[in-house]
Structures are given as structure tokens and as C-alpha cells.
């Protein structure tokens, strides 16, 4: 499975921007999907996940209520859209899947099996 994630840039504090992982195989609906974020020198942290085909969504607590994840099974792609962006939400963003998952285990970035390149967010003050 590869995973392509884009739609990072430049923007604003308070700003908007939708990112956008592909996936390469045609089962992904079948498949957990997550976006962690990591900065420089710090550990990679989950943000959002999306349980299987129905989109259980789970989020990090600073993230609720700015932060939408979602899915189209159709393109076998998820979509994390992030509203009221802050400084603090500056990171490289990667997206991630599994399809062995329990719903439990969808914050830990150790229990997902394929991982997409990352795509930098960058929020300025």
C-alpha cells in the first residue's frame, strides 16, 4: 500500500487548509487511517484517525473542534480539513494506515503499518 499525502503550505494563523492522503490500493476502505504530525526534534504525535470504512473519527484533544477527518471510500482517499489553524499546529504532517487496527490502538503510530511521506504545514502568527 502507498500512501500520498499533500496539500501542506503556508497560511496564516486562523487559516484554513485541507490535506489529503491518496491511497494506492482499492480495499482502503477496509483500512484505519490516521494523521500524525511531528516537529523538529520531538516525537511524531497523533492528530486525527479514521476507523475503518465508516469514519469513527478520533481526535487529539487540542485538535476538537478545529480539525475534521474524513473519507472518500470512492477515491480511497481521507482528508483531514483544519480550520482556525495555530502556530503550535506548524509541523509535517504524515498520514498513516493499517488494516489491522482495533479501535483502541488508532493513537498509537506504532499499529499502522504504511505510512505516506509527510507534508509540511508551516502557520504563521
Known amino acids: 500500500v502507498q500512501l500520498q499525502a499533500f496539500g501542506g503550505g503556508l497560511v496564516q494563523a486562523g487559516g484554513s487548509l485541507r490535506l489529503s492522503c491518496a491511497a494506492s490500493v482499492r480495499t482502503f476502505r477496509d483500512y484505519t487511517a490516521g494523521w500524525f504530525r511531528q516537529t523538529p526534534g520531538q516525537e511524531r504525535d497523533f492528530v486525527a484517525a479514521c476507523f475503518r470504512s465508516t469514519c469513527s473519527p478520533a481526535y487529539v484533544e487540542s485538535v476538537k473542534g478545529r480539525f475534521t477527518i474524513s473519507r472518500d471510500n470512492a477515491k480511497n482517499t481521507v482528508y483531514l480539513q483544519m480550520n482556525n489553524l495555530k502556530p503550535e499546529d506548524a509541523a509535517v504532517y504524515y498520514c498513516?494506515?493499517?488494516?489491522?487496527?482495533?479501535?483502541?490502538?488508532?493513537?498509537?503510530?506504532?499499529?499502522?503499518?504504511?505510512w505516506g511521506q509527510g507534508t509540511l504545514v508551516t502557520v504563521s502568527s
Open positions: 498513516a494506515a493499517g488494516n489491522r487496527l482495533i479501535s483502541s490502538s488508532v493513537r498509537y503510530d506504532n499499529a499502522y503499518d504504511y
